[in-house]
């Protein structure tokens, strides 16, 4: 039984605005000043520092067809291509049509994209595009600049924020409609400990959910805190299978955990290749774009090669590029990996597929409206239908951009006030209880272990029978119970969806289907929380 609410003290200090936005990556801090500019009260909050989340690591850069040889049609076409048919073309017209625009927006923010000579744009390229059109800074560092650029706009509007801020429960009114959020403080100062706050729109840019496995690119906050919120709000949640495994992440050892180093797709964008431990360019042949195809496919080909020949993992060549390149182009992944003892000029890099995206989320419209009304999401938290089972490289932060502007126009135009707040009744489950276990380590090696990148129905099935044994072990109230409920809420609808899905499908393999199969399955998961705890999946097409 999942709980519904969580348990938690009740609030001791109330905060109030017009909206409430939770997350600071570039959906969160766009929603806010898109928000901010159109005259609304906004308190932004989010779980750690400012700068915490996943956008500050994401290295590769931002796609739009930013180029004159490039159209929005061709855009579409790729992305569409990588959703693997499971796309909502609607909502992908949207992103690739006002992408352009939403970019050059955020360079007149401030943010300093790499530019050639002539003062245009450096574009690269990456997996699944057959064009360049990744605008980046910084080499590979263009994360960190937008955030940067972002957080400098957030200061100069004044847009009050607070930090280390865990979101708990959406509050609603007597009607269902959201009236705010409970949230835990950590640390001193004020305000400090659980409160509440009440505003007319919650928006929910919490981010992903990679920390639900043992390893992942994804920073220690990503503990799916969104999902789990939205699905004890009673919102809809879709496409939860599709978790999508980076191809690359840096290879520590078989034994590593937690956050991995990412080497970027754009690497491989620039020539590297991937090779066999006899160097042996495995994807030539598997697919016509060989390293560059999307990024199931490429996480499938590591997968297979890696069981062919017993490997623990496989290597990207980049020794071609020469100090130079490194140097200028990709001087983050550069120190990275000599931080970790390896030396991409003269030796290629270990690499193994991890936990990367979560391309389903909280169900929203094409302006981030989710179910219950007035509660928007954007940003990984979201289901938007724009990537569908896999998402393409690089649209991630674009998707973040452009529906967090929509956000803030749907905020401005759906005005009613909500009433006063209700005090939810508890779901019947029993507060859980310090057990002293680790509960949340459990958690990620189910999943590793049952529902990661091969999945099957008998590990699908254990999956199950071990998360519904830790139910009752989650933890006291507090952070790290909060956390562990969290994950397991999540991991629940992973693996509820991943069952149910008989097939394989972008970055959803299951081995026991290892087809695709567009007469039974071309649609939509759909997972709700009913009121007595259970997790109720559905198809829709």
């Not at 937008?146 to 200061?155: E, F, G, H």
């Not at 060549?317 to 003269?346: K, N, Q, S, Y």
């Not at 019947?428 to 529902?451: F, K, L, N, W, Y």
């Amino acid at each position: 039984m999942i709980p519904r609410p969580l348990t938690a003290p009740a609030p001791g200090w109330t905060r109030s605005a017009d909206t409430v936005v939770i997350g600071s990556g570039i959906a969160g801090l766009v929603a806010a000043l898109r928000c901010h500019e159109r005259g609304q009260r906004v308190l932004l909050v989010t779980k750690a520092l400012l700068d915490a989340g996943s956008t500050r690591w994401a290295q590769g850069g931002i796609a739009a067809a930013l180029d004159p040889a490039d159209t929005p049609g061709e855009h579409l076409a790729d992305t569409l291509t990588a959703g693997a048919g499971v796309c909502d073309e609607d909502a992908v017209r949207v992103l690739v049509t006002e992408g352009p625009a939403a970019v050059r927006r955020l360079a007149d923010l401030g943010a300093a994209f790499d530019r050639d000579a002539s003062g245009e744009l450096e574009l690269g390229r990456e997996g699944g595009h057959h064009r360049r059109r990744i605008a980046h800074a910084g080499g590979d560092a263009t994360g960190a600049e937008i955030s940067r650029a972002l957080r400098a706009a957030l200061k100069e509007h004044q847009i009050e924020a607070i930090e280390n801020a865990l979101v708990l429960d959406l509050i609603k009114d007597a009607e269902g409609r959201a009236a705010g959020v409970t949230l835990h403080v950590m640390g001193e100062g004020s305000p400090s400990g659980v409160g509440a706050v009440r505003a007319r729109a919650v928006v929910l840019a919490t981010g992903g959910l990679g920390q639900v496995y043992s390893a992942t690119t994804n920073p220690e906050v990503s503990t799916g805190d969104g999902v789990a919120l939205a699905l004890r709000a009673g919102a809809e949640v879709a496409d939860l299978e599709f978790v999508q495994f980076h191809p690359t992440p840096l290879w520590l050892g078989e034994d590593a955990r937690g956050r991995l180093p990412l080497i970027s797709e754009a690497v491989r964008g620039e020539g590297a290749h991937l090779i066999d431990h006899d160097g042996v360019r495995f994807m030539v042949g598997r697919h016509e774009l060989a390293e560059l195809a999307p990024r199931d496919v490429v996480a499938k080909g590591i997968m297979n090669r890696m069981h062919e020949t017993g490997a623990s993992h496989m290597l990207l060549d980049g020794r071609h590029f020469g100090a130079e390149m490194w140097e200028r182009r990709f001087p983050t992944i550069l120190a990275v990996c000599r931080h970790h003892g390896i030396d991409p000029v003269t030796e290629p890099i270990p690499i193994a597929p991890s936990a990367h995206y979560a391309s389903g989320g909280v169900r929203t419209d094409l302006f981030g409206r989710t179910t219950v009304p007035g509660l928007y999401a954007c940003g990984e938290v979201a289901r938007t239908g724009v990537h569908g089972a896999n998402r393409l490289a690089s649209n991630s932060l674009l998707e973040g951009l452009v529906y967090a502007e929509r956000i803030a126009v749907a905020i401005s135009d759906d005005a009613p006030e909500p009433g006063e707040p209700v005090t939810p009744e508890p779901s019947g489950a029993e507060p859980p209880a310090s057990t002293g276990r680790d509960v949340r380590s459990e958690i990620q090696q189910i999943m590793t272990t049952h529902a990661g990148v091969l999945r099957t129905a008998d590990g699908l099935a254990t999956a199950d029978r071990e998360l519904a044994a830790l139910a009752g072990a989650l933890g006291e109230p507090g952070v790290v119970g909060w956390e562990a409920s969290n994950l397991h809420t999540v991991a629940s609808a992973i693996v509820a969806a991943g069952r149910l899905r008989e097939e394989t499908r972008g970055s959803h393999w299951r081995d026991d289907f290892p087809d695709r199969d567009d007469a039974h399955w071309r649609g939509r998961l759909v997972t709700r929380l009913t009121w007595d705890g259970t997790l109720q999946t559905e198809f829709e097409r």
